[in-house]
C-alpha cells in the first residue's frame, strides 16, 4: 500500500484545528510506500507480520551541520545549508513461536523494527526495537498479557557535532524537533517491563516499569527507573 500526504510548513501538527483543510504553505508532499506479508507456520497456525516501508519528502530542511559551502554553520556565522528531499527506510516484524489458544495474539510472540531517516536533518535518525508478549494461559489467566522490550534511539553524527561546537563555542545549545537540548547527545536505550491484569469484564491494570539509560540521550542526566500504572475500561 501508499499514500501521498501533503506536508505542512508550520510548527504545529495537523493544523490549527481539525478544519484546516486549507492551510497555506502547502505544495510539498511526503510519499510513503509499504510491502506487507502475513504468513502461517505450521500446524498450530504461527502467524507472523512482516512489513518493509520507504518514504520520501521531497521538502526542503535545513541542515544540522553545514552551511551552503559544506562549512559549519556555527563556525562561519552563515546561514544553515537547505537540503531538498528526505529518505525514510523502516522494517517492522512479529512473529507467533507458541501458540497457546484459536486468538491472533493467544501465545508467546516475538517483535522487532527498525527504522531509519536522513540523519542530516533529522537529529534522530535512527530506532530500533526488540521484544516478547506472552498471554497468560500457563498460569491460568489467559486474558493477561506480560511483556518485555528494548529499545535503542541514535542521535545523527550530524546533530552531535553541531552540539560539540556549541559546547566548545560556549553558546547555549540549539533546540531540535524533539524539544530542548540540555547535551551532546548520542543514543539512548529504554528497557521496558508490563503487565496487563484482566481485573473485571472490560477493565484492565497495567503496571509498567522502565529503565532509562542516558535520558535525552546525554550524560546530563543520571539513569532513570520510571514506574507507571495504566487503568483501562472499554465500554
Known sequence: MGGLFAVSPHGYNGGISGWSWAQDGLGKFSTPVELGWLPEFGKHRLTGHYKLGYSYDNSRYPDLYRDAYGQPFLLTGRPQRYRAGMNSVWFMADQMLL??????????????????????????????????????????????????????????SSATHQQEISLMLGRPFLPNRWGAVDGVQSHENVYELFYSAHVARAMALQPDFQYIQRPSATTTYHDAAVFGLQFTVVL
Open 99 to 156: 501458540r497457546h489458544g484459536p486468538g491472533e495474539s493467544n501465545g508467546l510472540i516475538l517483535l522487532g523494527g527498525a527504522m531509519y531517516t536522513d540523519g542530516k536533518t533529522v537529529s534522530v535518525h535512527e530506532h530500533e526495537w526488540l521484544g516478547l508478549l506472552e498471554t497468560g494461559c500457563f498460569w491460568n489467566r489467559p486474558l493477561d498479557t506480560v511483556g518485555v522490550m528494548w529499545q535503542h534511539l541514535g542521535i545523527s
